[in-house]
T-cell receptor, first 115, second 115 residues
């Protein structure tokens, strides 16, 4: 079982729709959760971080975390063609040093927003 | 978010030569820096973690004598690819985190081509 699992996609949604990206993780000790966006040929860009159960909203983005189910998701409202990218889920156990401080990435979900 | 720069953004070198890549945190002190490698259509692969003033910790399978990492200051880390070969051609991305250690920011990446 992979430590962080994401559906590779592509996930295709029409412009203006809600895109829902999902991620599950295996380490129950994970405390910090992140969503990165990576355009083709570019480096990842941090778009959301979430640390406690529930929802966290930032503009068109909402991150949802359910630690009991070991599940984190990202909703993108009013999807735009410019949102087309690969979205990487990353988790961290916590702490600032040692193995626990490393991010563990999923392989990413490719999102395509169609006109 | 915090800004991380990398230089050069791309480099072409001949087989057998060495290449140095610089990573700088521009508006924060990076106590920890990470170096990743990404091959086309693959996920990020962590190569090593470095804490300022300490030796880097390399991931399993990464040759520390080939990929030299120096993190001499709180704003600069360097990766030197020694005796580069065509199979070292890849996208190298650094990432930095401050002492609080919550969020991690990526540089724009360096595309290395070894001919």
């Amino acid at each position: 079982q992979k430590e962080v699992e994401q559906n590779s996609g592509p996930l295709s949604v029409p412009e203006g729709a809600i895109a829902s990206l999902n991620c599950t993780y295996s380490d129950r000790g994970s405390q910090s959760f992140f969503w990165y966006r990576q355009y083709s040929g570019k480096s990842p860009e941090l778009i959301m971080s979430i640390y406690s159960n529930g929802d966290k909203e930032d503009g068109r983005f909402t991150a949802q975390l359910n630690k009991a189910s070991q599940y984190v998701s990202l909703l993108i409202r009013d999807s735009q063609p410019s949102d087309s990218a690969t979205y990487l889920c990353a988790v961290k156990r916590g702490g600032s040093t040692g193995t626990a401080s490393k991010l563990t990435f999923g392989t990413g979900t490719r999102l395509q927003v169609t006109l | 978010g915090a800004v991380v720069s990398q230089h050069p953004s791309w480099v072409i070198c001949k087989s057998g030569t060495s290449v140095k890549i610089e990573c700088r945190s521009l508006d924060f002190q990076a106590t920890t820096m990470f170096w990743y490698r990404q091959f086309p259509k693959q996920s990020l692969m962590l190569m090593a973690t470095s804490n300022e003033g300490s030796k880097a910790t390399y991931e399993q399978g990464v040759e520390k004598d080939k990929f030299l990492i120096n993190h001499a200051s709180l704003t600069l880390s360097t990766l030197t690819v020694t005796s580069a070969h065509p199979e070292d051609s890849s996208f190298y991305i650094c990432s930095a985190r401050d002492w609080v250690g919550t969020e991690q920011y990526f540089g724009p990446g360096t595309r290395l081509t070894v001919t």
